[in-house]
Structures are given as C-alpha cells and as structure tokens.
T-cell receptor, first 113, second 111 residues
Framework: EPEVTQTPSHQVTQMGQEVILRCVPI?????FYWYRQILGQKVEFLVS????????KSEIFDDQFSVERPDGSNFTLKIRSTKLEDSAMYFC???????????FGDGTRLSIL | KQEVTQIPAALSVPEGENLVLNCSFT??????LQWFRQDPGKGLTSLLL?????REQTSGRLNASLDKSSGRSTLYIAASQPGDSATYLC??????????FGTGTLLAVQP
C-alpha cells in the first residue's frame, strides 16, 4: 500500500540553525499538509498546500516557516531560525481529494538544543 | 472555534472485550471525521473516515458512528486484542482542509 515517507526520522539541531524536513507524499495525491505534535500535547495543524501554493496556515506558521514542493515528488518544511519551542514531532500528510482521508507519515522528531 | 474532546483519556480492558471510545466536538458544521491509531513514537494510521452525510463506517472489527447534530462520534472495537493497544485519535475537518485533533484515548488490552 502506498505510504507517505519522511526523512530524517530524528533531527537534532542547535537553536538558531535552519532545518529542512522532507516528505514524499503518496504519488497521485494533490493536497499536502504539515502538522506537529509537541510531546504530550495534541496534534496541531501547521499548513496546507495545493496547486503549488499555501491554501491555509495556522498562527504557529509564522515567517520562520516555509514550505516548498521543489519537484514532482518532494514536499519540504523549512524552519529558518529554530527555537527551543520548535522541538516536536512533525508529521507530513497527503490526500487525493480534499474530502478524502489524510494519510500521515511516521514523522520527524525535531530536537532543538 | 472548534474544540475536540476524547473520553476516556485512558482505558485498560482484558482481551476479548468489546469497547467504545468517545469523541465530541463543539461545532457541528463539519465535513468529515477521521479516526486514527498512533503507536508510541510512530505516525498516525488512518482507520476510518465518516463523511458528514454518513451515520457510520465499518472496517473489520472497527465501527465508527457519527451524530453530527449532537457533536459526537464513537469508535467501537469488537473482540479486542493485545495488538489493538495504542492511542486512538479522532479529528474533524471543517470548511477548510485542516484537521482538528482530540487529545486521544490511550488503550491497553491486557492478554
């Protein structure tokens, strides 16, 4: 069964450094998402992306965050200058239609030191 | 603002029992509701999606129901097994594509 893949599985970064989290959505999907889950808290929406542009973003997704689909397969989340509070599990998801199930990857655990 | 709540927060049952997990949401104007399973340190596995026009969905031993007007969904697991042990999350989708998640129910099925 096709799946969403995320790399790396764990990223450790110094505060203030830039980090790029990578995702390969399911190949025929058109809608892409990033969510995050701080340890012990709810899964929170960050951003949705469709037709090569952001369709919605949350208050968390400030100017330090950006997303990109650099080619036909990858979908990336960049954090320009990381803060301690960015430490979380980051999940990528994709769906083929906007009313169909969102399928999630296994996540990238981001640890900011 | 949509709020999603799941009760109970944790549940421990002996193997073979049937069980019900509850999810409630404050704004009934949803497009769909999705149930997920999350194993420790892992991603979210989609279990069932119920569209707002549907009352229930079934997959194997799982049955999810939706009562949109009262803002409730239940996930019924029949004949529970130790392999069902995980955190179960519900999430609702409103007019936009984003999912709003509950805090989850941690299920332990004792052999």
């Amino acid at each position: 069964e096709p799946e969403v893949t995320q790399t790396p599985s764990h990223q450790v970064t110094q505060m203030g450094q830039e980090v790029i989290l990578r995702c390969v959505p399911i190949s025929n999907h058109l809608y892409f998402y990033w969510y995050r889950q701080i340890l012990g808290q709810k899964v929170e929406f960050l951003v949705s992306f469709y037709n090569n542009e952001i369709s919605e973003k949350s208050e968390i997704f400030d100017d330090q965050f950006s997303v990109e689909r650099p080619d036909g397969s990858n979908f990336t989340l960049k954090i320009r200058s990381t803060k301690l509070e960015d430490s979380a599990m980051y999940f990528c998801a994709s769906s083929d239609e906007n009313n169909q199930p969102q399928h999630f990857g296994d996540g990238t655990r981001l640890s900011i030191l | 603002k949509q709020e999603v709540t799941q009760i109970p927060a944790a549940l421990s049952v002996p193997e073979g029992e049937n069980l019900v997990l509850n999810c409630s949401f404050t704004d009934s104007a949803i497009y769909n509701l999705q149930w997920f399973r999350q194993d420790p340190g892992k991603g979210l596995t989609s279990l069932l999606l119920i569209q707002s026009s549907q009352r229930e969905q079934t997959s194997g031993r799982l049955n999810a129901s939706l009562d949109k007007s009262s803002g409730r969904s239940t996930l019924y697991i029949a004949a529970s097994q130790p392999g069902d042990s995980a955190t179960y999350l519900c999430a609702v989708r409103g007019a936009t594509n984003k999912l709003i998640f509950g805090t989850g129910t941690l299920l332990a099925v004792q052999p």
